[in-house]
């Protein structure tokens, strides 16, 4: 009969448990690594979530709770009961934060935007971004294009070379998807020089129906052993220099990614290409056209002969 009494007042303390509301206003909790069911209790109660201490514990171990706590804040909703709270730990969902890398970023501006995120654990400085390819499972010396820009979901403390990686692994497949899809004699000898010529594309232009005749005529060029001669590369060559202006002594300097001066394709991408630049690289336009210029409203003026594309110059530009 003693142990009858038991089962029923352990049963409606359970049913207590299920049904009692214990979050009077919506409340945040951080379980950090290291945490304790017991710490979490401490935790609740410090933020006048009123949990009975000893049927929280007991309820929780039989949830292997103490093993499986998953770090992360946990957003608890006005009238949550205790039952609520351990079904939400027990599934791990803590709240997400968001980043955004737009098409076009550079890395500076990624790594910027990075650094500024209070939400992410910050490990890299400025000095460690070599070391940072490595722990990404790169085998390229340079950061710059390699991360798919995108919005990207987290959790608190997430560290900024995991987020990296998401990027970077996301661009990998991405590049090697549409790789293998390739239009026969593109001029790209594999998928890094795709996403360098991806990338001049995305800076050259946001037309998303221009895409592929920019690409066609950088396809061309480089067929025909021309000077790709596209501004956005030499502007990435002048870094901190560039002050929105390209003078005529800008285009005679020699840099990496000066295309006015070096054959073929800079060393390396010069921003983050998206998805449909890639498309564009690697299935240009089959036009005749080898030049371009801008008309001053985001599109451009396509030709096929110098004389026509000096013409254009004349009245979209002089």
């Given amino acids: 009969m003693v142990l009858g009494l038991v089962s029923i007042w352990a049963g409606m303390h359970y049913q207590l448990i299920l049904k009692k509301p214990v979050v009077m206003t919506e409340t945040v909790i951080e379980i950090k ?16 979530v009123t949990v009975n201490r000893l049927w929280f514990r007991l309820f929780a171990y039989r949830k292997n709770l103490d093993h499986l706590l998953k770090v992360g804040e946990y957003v608890l909703a006005k009238g949550s009961t205790a ?6 730990l027990t599934d791990g969902k803590t709240r997400k934060y968001s980043i955004t890398f737009p098409e076009g970023w550079s890395f500076k501006q990624v790594f910027n935007t990075i650094k500024n995120n209070p939400n992410l654990q910050h490990t890299l400085t400025d000095n460690q971004l070599e070391d940072l390819m490595a722990q990404i499972g790169s085998d ?20 900024d070379v995991d987020l990296l990686k998401r990027a970077h692994d996301r661009m990998q497949a991405v590049l090697n998807e549409e790789w293998q899809k390739r239009d026969d004699g593109v001029p790209l000898e594999n998928p890094y020089e795709a996403l360098i010529l991806a990338s001049i594309v ?51 300097e020699h840099t990496p990614y000066n295309t006015y001066i070096i054959e073929g394709l800079p060393p390396t991408p010069i921003a983050m290409p998206g998805k449909q630049a890639i498309v564009a690289a690697l299935h240009p336009d089959h036009g005749d056209a080898l030049f371009f210029v801008a008309r001053g409203n985001g599109r451009h003026a396509f030709s096929s002969t110098l004389a026509e594309h000096e013409k254009y110059v004349d009245q979209y530009q002089r």
């Fill in 140 to 159: 390229k010396n340079h950061p710059e294009g390699l991360f798919f820009p995108d919005t990207y979901f987290f959790e608190k403390n997430t560290s």
């Fill in 33 to 48: 690594k290291g945490d304790t069911l017991e710490s979490v209790v401490k935790n609740l109660r410090a933020q006048q």
């Fill in 83 to 88: 039952a609520d709270i351990l079904q939400q």
């Fill in 202 to 252: 995305e800076k050259e232009t946001g037309a998303g129906e221009e895409r592929r005749k920019i690409a066609g005529v950088f396809a061309r060029r480089l067929k025909k052993g021309m000077l790709l001669q596209t501004d956005p590369t030499v502007i990435y060559g002048m870094g901190d220099d560039y002050h929105g202006d390209i003078r005529h002594k800008d285009l005679r």
